[in-house]
């Protein structure tokens, strides 16, 4: 089972327009991506889906019925299975996306409070592509922000990130990311931004080709090592305790995490 990143400053959900320190990047640990929980691993026959439809993981033919977030994609549909051993883990090292910001993205500006919910028109479409909702990470995230009054605004053009101040860039397991929404991101943190990427983040490319890890490890810092395999004991995930979405678990609690067979 893969997990996720999380990489983010702390979120004060206070409306407030005064101004901050330009944010930072914290890896907060592995956490459990609220996106292959809800978008992947959910894969489970004759349940309901977002859209209210109830229908079998498939209907027989090469592409996953369309039954909104409990579809279940193709085997290797996000990432290939020999990208592992049958220990579950990688096969091959990373190679890391070099990446550097460009020299317009090196001036700092005020650090503005806001979060920036990113949901990219090619990432939608590659998870249709499965019989998934592309639409249901960005809107989970979205009614959470809402839920709780943080100031927000949902985004779907790489212009946004473009231009957009310093503030808190979400990537709501944005699995494909094109060659300037990339640059973008890289961009948007050399300027003092932050991010929160969850799960798997710019693994593929707009045509959907594998491009592997090296931009979660070069661009968000953090370091893929595989998943638990079928025999192995290691079912717990360590909360660090500290970040937002994590700061009512108490540090060091362990949470169990099973493995739903389909799976």
Not at 38 to 48: F, K, N, P
Not at 88 to 97: K, T, Y
Not at 216 to 226: N, W
Not at 247 to 259: E, F, I, K, M, Q
Request: glycine share 12%.
């Amino acid at each position: 089972m893969f997990s996720c990143l999380l990489t983010s400053p702390t979120l004060d959900p206070t409306p407030s327009p005064e101004a901050r320190p330009p944010g930072r990047l914290l890896v907060a640990g592995v956490l459990l991506s609220l996106g292959l929980a809800l978008a992947g691993c959910a894969g489970v026959s004759g349940q309901r889906g977002a859209n209210g439809a109830t229908g079998a993981a498939s209907n027989g033919d090469s592409k996953p019925a369309p039954v909104g977030v409990l579809a279940v994609p193709k085997p290797g549909f996000f990432v290939p299975a020999e990208a592992f051993d049958k220990n579950g883990r990688l096969v091959q090292p990373i190679v890391a996306d070099n990446l550097a910001p460009t020299a317009s993205a090196a001036a700092q500006a005020q650090f503005k409070r806001e979060v920036l919910v990113y949901d990219g028109s090619a990432n939608r479409s590659y998870f249709s592509g499965g019989g998934l909702d592309g639409r249901f990470s960005a809107q989970f995230w979205v009614g959470l922000l809402a839920k709780y009054k943080f100031r927000y605004r949902a985004i779907s053009d790489v212009e946004d990130i473009e231009s957009a101040a310093p503030s808190v860039l979400v990537l709501p397991s944005t699995v494909v990311l094109n060659a300037r929404e990339r640059q973008a991101i890289v961009n948007f943190r050399a300027r003092g931004g932050s991010v929160v990427a969850t799960w798997l983040t710019g693994v593929r490319d707009e045509g959907g080709a594998w491009r592997g890890f090296g931009f979660m490890q070069s661009a968000l810092g953090a370091k893929v090592e595989g998943y638990t395999g079928p025999t192995d004991q290691v079912r717990y995930l360590n909360i660090d305790g500290d970040t937002p979405l994590a700061h009512g678990l108490p540090a060091g609690v362990r949470v169990w995490t099973d493995r739903p067979k389909e799976w």
